[in-house]
């Protein structure tokens, strides 16, 4: 039976949670959701408007006021902030270092969640963050929480950025990611944890085509036990 599912991918930064999950969407004809694509948005947005990062109610303004989509192009995914393509402008070293600030705010997150829940009105959705399995999707049919060692993770991103032709310091991306990890793991609302029912995958030694290959396994056994 093919009875669609719902994925939830959690897990640190770099683990190689949105390369999987892309891949393991296409293989299963799924839609992809990157959340943290949102947190992005609303980060960037943020520092475009010079708002207060710190201040909780002023950015729950603010992303009321935003119009954040996400897109299925022939090369990819998309993200649309109020009908402009900032799939590039989210992915910078600022907005990566301010990310996890604007995203542990109650209020930004009760919205955020709203929001993602309404795309997974229907099965069929692979979607990955940090409190998919624990908030957004509670009762999704397979959790993944996917982790890797600090160093393999630091030395994946310093390898992309070298690809490219970003200037990278690898000390440099330890420190940032064992930072936002902490930032994420510690903060009082929705914080980065495994789900109770999550399945842990360690990729530290494993391929991109390793990862995928289990979790699709993963998604066919529970498509038999619940078909
Ligand atoms: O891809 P990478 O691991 O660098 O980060 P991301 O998935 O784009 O997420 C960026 C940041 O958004 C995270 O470090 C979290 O602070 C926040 N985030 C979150 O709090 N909850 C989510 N469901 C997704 C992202
Ligand atoms: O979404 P997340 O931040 O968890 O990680 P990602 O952006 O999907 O992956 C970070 C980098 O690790 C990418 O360049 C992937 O190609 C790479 N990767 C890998 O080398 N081996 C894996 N098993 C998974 C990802």
Do not use: C
């Not at 609303?42 to 009321?64: C, M, N, P, R």
């Not at 624990?134 to 996917?146: G, L, N, R, S």
């Not at 032709?165 to 064992?178: A, C, N, P, V």
């Amino acid at each position: 039976s093919n009875i669609p599912l719902a994925i939830a991918i959690d897990g640190p930064a770099a683990a190689g949670k949105s390369t999987v999950a892309k891949r393991v969407a296409h293989q299963l004809s799924y839609i992809y959701i990157d959340t943290g694509a949102m947190y992005r948005s609303l980060t960037l947005k943020a520092i475009q408007s010079g708002a207060d990062l710190e201040k909780e109610s002023e950015l729950a303004v603010l992303l009321k006021a935003t119009d954040i989509e996400l897109i299925q192009k022939r090369d990819g995914q998309h993200v649309m902030m109020d009908g402009e393509d900032v799939s590039h402008d989210i992915r910078t070293n600022e907005v990566t270092s301010q990310v996890s600030i604007v995203a542990k705010h109650r209020e930004v997150r009760e919205e955020m969640v709203r929001r993602q829940q309404e795309l997974v009105e229907e099965r069929g959705v692979v979607m990955d963050g940090r409190d998919i399995g624990t908030h957004v999707i509670p009762d999704a049919e397979v959790k993944i929480f996917m982790i890797a060692s600090v160093e393999e993770r630091a030395e994946r991103r310093h390898k992309e950025n070298l690809e490219k032709g970003f200037t990278s310091d690898l000390e440099q991306l330890k420190m940032e990611i064992r930072k936002r990890d902490e930032l994420d793991s510690k903060r009082e609302t929705a914080p980065l944890v495994k789900a109770e029912d999550a399945i842990e995958v360690d990729t530290t030694s494993l391929t991109i085509e390793e990862v995928v290959s289990q979790i699709v396994t993963i998604v066919k056994k529970k498509q038999i036990r619940e078909g």
